[in-house]
């Protein structure tokens, strides 16, 4: 092999595997339908990774390098990703930068971000982000579409799923970490009775507290879960002396593996977790 192949080769395994656009997605719910819609073109990267969250996310040295190379950024918006308001603010206006919690046809309630838990919104933001690929990458615009259909059609066999999932819990009230639960809630009708912070950038007042541990204790039976990276003294001492329950709920699938099967896993772990801990003995 020549030197300049070597060099070449060297520079072919060491850079990051771009598609024909290099995308970046803010979260791994949204990477997942990013890399499912890109599917045979190419991969996205994503921002917070492993056991992250975006509530806790800075900015990282590899964040805005991936930033700046970008074409396509996909995130919720400002309210959710806030570690990322500065930064595109100083990008120039180099990549295209789709807020998918504002895409036409999304779903919102209130504060919530989380809107990918309600799966007709994942289909609405499947299908923006096929949209803002096919006008980057011509070339794979038809792919890109082919592929968003094929998800919608996959999220709705998942649904289904889950819906049957759910059914035994359906009157059951729980209570859960931060506000991130209403697109779910409200999509297959739970009861999410509270939460303990309406946003884990703030932490929660002892009134809220006070009252909410009053709520928990008159319930005959009752779930209060945590989140992987928020809080669990704070449910223990939520649940303690009364006849909750405590579980784990992780709306971000932090604790998953990347890829286009994380929004999958995500979801069936989610109701797999909450019907648990509510039926259990
Ligand atoms: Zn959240």
Redesign the pocket.
Known sequence: MSKALALLWACLWTSVAWADVPVVASIKPLHALAAAVMEGAGSPEVLVKGAG???IHSLKPSDAKLLSEAAVVFWIGPTFETFLVRPFGALGGKARIVALGDAPGTKRIGTD??VWLDPANAKVIAAAMAETLAGADPANAARYRTNARELAAKIDMLDVEVIAKLASIKDKPFFVF?D?YQYFGEHYGLDVRGHVTAN?ERPAGARHLQHLKAEIAALPSTCVFAEPQFEPKLIAALTVGTRARSGVLD??GSGLAPGPELYFNLMRELAGNIVRCLTAP
């Open positions: 969250s975006a509530h971000g989380h931060h991130a884990p709306p971000e």
